[in-house]
C-alpha cells in the first residue's frame, strides 16, 4: 500500500523505523529485531540507508521482506550525496525491480573531507525526488524536515523554502527529525503550513533508553534538550534497565501530548530494539485502538 493512502485515512498512525546490518554477519539479528517488530503490526516501518551507500541492498531486502513476509507496508530509504547520478539512478532500478511502493528520499550527510559536489552528483533532495519521478512515477515518495532546522540551513525560513521545493518537485508526505520539546514541533507545524506546505507531516520520536544516545544521536543532530530530559538522564542514565523505563515513558508522554494536540502521524524511531517499540505501544494501547 502506498503510504499516502494510509496517511489520508482519518485516523492515527503508528509507524516504526529499522536500520539494515554495517556487515553481512549480523544480519540474522537484524532479522530478528525486524520480524518483533512488524509482528507489533505498525502502520508502516521504514528502513534507513547507509550513509555511504555501502547497506543498500539490505536496505532493499529488509524492506521486501517487511512487505512480503510480515504483511507490513514498508518504506526503502534512499541517499544521493555518496553516489554518481548513474549508481542512483541503478539503485531506483533495483528497487523498482523489487516491487518498492514506498520510498524516502534523501540528500544524506555531506562525508567529512570529501569534496561536494561534484559535477555528476545530485545536490539537494530535490532533484532525487525528479529524478524518482521520472524512473518510477507510481512510487510514493517521501521526505525529510527539520523542526529545529537543517543544521546546514542559514535559517529556520531558507530551510522551509528548500522543504517546498522538494514538496512541489513531488514529495508526497514528510518524517520529521528527532526534537524533545513538543512546543518546537507545534511552532514548525504552523510555519510549514503558512509556507504552503500541505502534505502530512510525520512526527519523528526517538525515545531515548541508553545514556550513549544522547552524545550520539543529540548531538549530532544538535537538537535541543529540556531539562526535564537531561534530568531523567543524569538520574538514571548509569542504570540501564531504569533508563530504558524511562527513555520509553518519556516518549510515551511526548506522543500523548502531540496526539491531545491533534497530530495524527507518529513515526518512532526504534534503534532495532522490538522491546522500546513494544513498550510504547503498549502503553498507547486504548489511544491508538
Ligand atoms: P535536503 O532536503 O537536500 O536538504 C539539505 C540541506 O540543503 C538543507 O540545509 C536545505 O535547507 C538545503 N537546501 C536544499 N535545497 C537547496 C537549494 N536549492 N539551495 C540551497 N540549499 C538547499 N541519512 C542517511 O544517510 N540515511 C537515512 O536513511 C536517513 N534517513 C533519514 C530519515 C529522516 C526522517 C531524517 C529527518 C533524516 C534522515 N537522514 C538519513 C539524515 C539526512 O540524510 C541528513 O539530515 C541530510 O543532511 C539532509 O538530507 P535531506 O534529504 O533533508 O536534504
Known amino acids: 500500500m502506498k503510504i499516502r493512502d494510509i496517511l489520508k485515512e482519518d485516523r492515527i498512525t503508528l509507524s516504526m523505523e529499522v536500520f539494515p546490518p554495517k556487515k553481512a554477519t549480523a544480519m540474522e539479528k537484524v532479522n530478528e529485531s525486524v520480524r518483533e517488530i512488524a509482528r507489533l503490526k505498525p502502520d508502516f516501518m521504514s528502513v534507513t540507508y547507509g550513509a555511504g551507500g555501502g547497506t543498500s541492498k539490505y536496505t532493499v531486502q529488509i524492506a521486501k521482506d517487511i512487505k512480503e513476509a510480515h504483511g507490513v507496508n514498508a518504506v526503502a530509504h534512499l541517499t544521493c550525496v555518496s553516489s554518481t547520478r548513474e549508481t542512483v539512478e541503478k539503485q531506483l532500478h533495483f528497487m523498482k525491480d523489487a516491487g518498492i511502493e514506498n520510498v524516502l528520499a534523501l540528500r544524506g550527510d555531506i562525508p567529512d573531507e570529501t569534496e561536494f559536489p561534484l559535477p555528476n552528483q545530485f545536490h539537494y533532495a530535490a532533484e532525487l525526488v525528479k529524478k524518482i519521478k521520472e524512473i518510477a512515477p507510481e512510487m510514493c515518495i517521501g521526505g525529510a524536515c527539520y523542526p529545529e ?3 546546514e540551513a542559514a535559517s529556520k525560513a531558507e530551510d522551509i523554502k528548500h522543504i517546498k521545493e522538494k514538496v512541489d518537485a513531488g514529495c508526497e508526505f514528510l518524517t520529521t527529525q528527532m526534537f524533545f520539546d513538543n512546543s518546537i514541533f507545534f511552532n514548525y507545524l504552523y510555519r510549514m503550513r503558512e509556507a504552503g506546505i500541505s502534505v502530512p507531516i510525520i512526527a519523528g520520536i526517538m525515545p531515548i533508553t541508553k545514556k550513549v544516545q544522547i552524545e550520539r544521536s543529540i548531538q549530532l543532530s544538535g537538537c535541543c534538550v529540556p531539562a526535564r530530559f537531561k534530568a531523567i538522564v ?41 522491546e522500546v517499540a513494544a513498550g510504547i505501544q503498549k502503553n498507547l494501547s486504548e489511544i491508538l485502538r
Not at 538514571?236 to 527513555?247: I, L, R, S, T, V
Open 149 to 151: 532546522g537543517h543544521p
Open 234 to 274: 543524569d538520574w538514571f542514565g548509569d542504570e540501564p534497565a531504569k533508563m530504558k523505563q524511562a527513555g520509553i515513558a518519556y516518549a510515551t508522554d511526548q506522543i500523548i501530548d502531540l496526539l491531545a494536540n491533534g497530530v495524527k502521524h507518529i513515526h518512532i524511531y526504534t534503534m532495532n530494539d522490538p
